[in-house]
């Protein structure tokens, strides 16, 4: 059971925009801890691709955006590649565990 | 460039402890934290705390407390985790991950570089 829940899978064509979701509550996201972003392509270590809620890391395409409210957060990615194919985590600090907490992990394919 | 080397894989038996390294290159190894975070076989990430190389402070998951030890030898620029009284459910990969903060700077807990994680098998 994780402390932040996303879906555990999403999709979408070539070209088209998805959305993957992050909830947490009043410990984490809700208290105003940053959220960051991962993308793990199938059996490689996981690569950031959103940090500080908004931010892209340098070589990071800017169809990867993130944004946060309340005890949410979310990552779009537009322009569908194939190459997107992977799995999305979202991470917080959670004050009441203090300590850095993950979501499950969302599955996207590229139909 | 920033590398974070780490063994392909361990085994042990219920009971056992185990060690892993993580030896950076390609910057000052005493200047960034560096985090461990694990991943059993389909499952999530999860967080297992992170060591100050500079100090050797450390600061451990709740959940971990008392089993985990993060440890460093500066003299080499390698980063150890050790986890002790190992389970079935310790079965994961491991992985250590730099935080992009400097020391001297409070912990972002994001991760810029990641090793490549080590397989730790737990199995009678």
């Known amino acids: 059971q994780s402390v932040l829940t996303q879906p555990p899978s999403v999709s979408g064509a070539p070209g088209q925009r998805v959305t993957i979701s992050c909830t947490g509550s009043s410990s984490n996201i809700g208290a105003g801890s940053d959220v960051h972003w991962y993308q793990q392509l199938p059996g490689t270590a996981p690569k950031a691709v959103i940090y500080?809620?908004?931010n892209r890391p340098s070589g990071v395409p800017d169809r990867f955006s993130g944004s946060k409210s309340g005890t949410s957060a979310s990552l779009v990615i537009t322009g569908l590649q194939a190459e997107d194919e992977a799995d999305y985590h979202c991470?917080?600090?959670?004050?009441?565990?203090?300590?850095?907490?993950f979501g499950g992990g969302t599955k996207l394919t590229v139909l | 460039q920033v590398h974070l080397v780490q063994p392909g894989a361990e085994v042990r038996t219920p009971g056992a402890s185990v060690k892993v390294s993580c030896k950076a290159s390609?910057?000052?190894?005493?200047?960034?934290?560096i985090h461990w975070v694990r991943q059993a076989p389909g499952e999530g990430l999860e967080w297992l705390g992170w060591?100050?190389?500079?100090?050797?402070?450390?600061n451990y998951a709740q959940k971990f407390q008392g089993r985990v030890t993060m440890t460093r030898d500066t003299s080499i620029g390698t980063a150890y985790v050790e986890l002790s009284r190992l389970r079935s459910d310790d079965t994961a990969i491991y992985y250590c991950?730099?935080?992009?903060?400097?020391?001297?700077?409070?912990?972002?807990?994001?991760?810029?570089?990641w090793g490549q994680g080590t397989l730790i098998t737990v199995s009678s």
């Open positions: 991950a730099r935080d992009p903060s400097q020391i001297w700077q409070l912990v972002s807990g994001s991760f810029d570089y």
């Open positions: 390609g910057y000052t190894f005493s200047d960034y934290y």
């Open positions: 060591i100050n190389p500079n100090s050797a402070v450390t």
């Open positions: 500080g809620n908004t």
């Open positions: 991470q917080s600090y959670d004050r009441s565990l203090s300590g850095w907490v």
